[in-house]
């Protein structure tokens, strides 16, 4: 599975961004996708994520109820879509993909098998 993420940038607080996770090698549908933050200097942090057999979307506290995260089959994309963006939102975002993780495990970075290259958001006024 090869993962490429897009639609970084610079922000401005309050704004919105959506950015993208297109996976080639597997159908969209066959995986479980994660949204991973890495600030400067910081750990790997969980921002959401879904698993392949269907269920809510598992959202960290930080960004519940302005992420939502989507994916468009037909495409082969994933969507995470997030609103009044922060400065504490910036780092290099990544998308994360696996065909065996289970739902208690989404959070954690190291049950993911298949990473993007990450795309950078800068929330800045």
């Known amino acids: 599975v090869q993962l490429q993420a897009s639609g970084g940038g610079v922000v401005h607080p309050g704004d919105s961004l959506r950015l993208s996770c297109t996976a080639s090698g597997r159908t969209n549908s066959a995986l479980s996708v994660g949204w991973f933050r890495q600030a400067p200097g910081k750990e790997r942090e969980f921002v959401g994520g879904?698993?392949?057999?269907?269920?809510?979307?598992l959202y960290a506290d930080s960004v519940k109820g302005r992420c939502t995260i989507s994916r468009d089959n037909a495409k082969n994309t994933v969507y995470l879509q997030m609103n009044s963006v922060r400065p504490g939102n910036t780092g290099v975002y990544y998308c994360a993909a696996s065909l065996t993780i289970i739902y208690s495990q989404l959070s954690v970075p190291s049950s993911w098998n298949h990473w993007g290259q990450g795309t950078l958001v800068t929330v800045s006024s």
């Open positions: 879904f698993h392949r057999r269907g269920g809510s979307a």
